[in-house]
């Protein structure tokens, strides 16, 4: 790995860890359903990011482009479905915050 | 540092302070807008990094049609009266003021930990494959992803289809 190489990938890794932690912090403080799938989009964009940048790094772009839209496709699947479980919650419950939400506590 | 290195810390600094915005502020249209930022932002990223059709897949569906699901989604579970606004938001900077410093504490420890050991990044990397042009590898070698694509594709649908049924 070359000089150039080496500090793009250490500042890269950094912007991605702080993403992921961005997003980590976002799913563990809070209380709001949506903003729990916000924090988990943002994880999910670390991770693409990280592919992108393994694959730019060893030369093999195709194959991380390959898996990158892959996650996409999957990420948006998650999206979907989560705001289809969010928009039910809201209508039975009038509400998405979680700590109000015991219908599910046994 | 050459001017490609201080053009990808921007967009490197950029993408983390919209991340930080869109967990940060109190109003949710407001993340589902800086999310969408932050999508388009992490595609210029991806472009620039030698992988165009991953960049168009991210600024169409994740800056596009997320950010379009997010804000039909908020705009259907009610809106806020200022008074619960106020509310909402001391309550968010008490847990999430604290946010910005964990960012930054995380960043100057990475950076001492570089400046300490450079070469702790540096990996052995193989040689490059000898294809690597993404259409023949997604129709080629990866092949089966697609069957995979679609059946997480049609569970989805049928998931939604199921959580709206009236009967």
Request: with cysteine; aromatic share 8%.
């Amino acid at each position: 790995m070359t000089g150039d190489m080496s500090q793009m990938f250490w500042m890269y890794s950094v912007g991605i860890f702080l993403l992921f932690i961005a997003g980590l912090y976002c799913v563990l403080a809070t209380f709001n359903l949506i903003r729990a799938v916000i924090g988990i989009e943002l994880m999910i964009k670390a991770v693409t990011l990280f592919i992108i940048l393994a694959g730019y790094i060893t030369g093999r772009t195709g194959l991380a482009q390959t898996f990158a839209i892959t996650l996409i496709v999957i990420e948006v699947v998650i999206m979907v479905v989560a705001m289809g479980v969010i928009i039910n919650v809201y209508k039975h419950n009038k509400t998405l915050d979680v700590r109000t939400i015991r219908n599910m506590k046994g | 540092m050459n001017n490609d290195m201080v053009l990808n810390s921007v967009l490197v600094v950029t993408l983390v302070i919209a991340a930080v915005y869109t967990v940060m502020t109190p109003r949710l249209i407001h993340s589902a807008i800086g999310l969408a930022i932050a999508s388009a932002i992490l595609a210029i990223i991806i472009f620039k990094l030698a992988s165009s059709l991953a960049a168009v897949f991210e600024l169409s569906v994740c800056a596009g049609l997320i950010s379009a699901i997010f804000i039909s989604t908020i705009s259907l579970t009610g809106r806020i009266t200022p008074e619960e606004l106020t509310e909402r938001q001391k309550e968010h900077f008490r847990k999430f003021g604290v946010l910005p410093v964990i960012v930054i504490l995380v960043f100057v420890t990475l950076t001492i930990i570089h400046h300490i050991n450079p070469n702790l990044l540096t990996l052995n990397l193989p040689a490059p494959p000898a294809e690597n042009n993404v259409n023949i590898i997604l129709w080629g070698s990866r092949f089966l992803d697609l069957f995979g694509q679609i059946v997480v594709l049609l569970a989805g649908a049928f998931g939604v289809v199921t959580f709206f049924r009236e009967k």
